[in-house]
Nanobody
């Protein structure tokens, strides 16, 4: 399984950005997906997760109402639309996928077996 994340960059506070993560190597539509972020000196934390069909999503409290996770199973891609960005959103963002199909694990980081390479989001004030 390979996950390729893209879309990061340098933006100003209040701007929007959309991250993408393309999956290859297995049946994408059978697996939940998630986005995590890791700021310098901090642990990796859940941002948002989506189940295999897209019918269920969950968010960290810090991004609720500002970020939206979605997926296009025809394109093997999961997205993270980020709006009203804040300097504290600055981090490396990783897409992740669990090792088992048809399970929804949300923030249980140990359940995620596959990780993208990360894409850096920097929000200036």
């Amino acid at each position: 399984v390979q996950l390729q994340a893209s879309g990061g960059g340098l933006v100003q506070a209040g701007d929007s950005l959309r991250l993408s993560c393309v999956s290859s190597g297995r049946t994408f539509s059978s697996y939940g997906m998630a986005w995590f972020h890791q700021a310098p000196g901090k642990e990796r934390e859940i941002v948002a997760a989506i189940n295999w069909s897209g019918a269920t999503t969950n968010y960290a409290d810090s991004v609720k109402g500002r970020f939206t996770i979605s997926r296009d199973n025809a394109k093997n891609t999961v997205y993270l639309q980020m709006s009203s960005l804040k300097p504290e959103d600055t981090a490396v963002y990783y897409c992740a996928a669990p090792g088992r199909p048809y399970v929804y694990v949300f923030s249980r980081i140990n359940e995620y077996a596959h990780w993208g390479q990360g894409t850096l989001v920097t929000v200036s004030s």
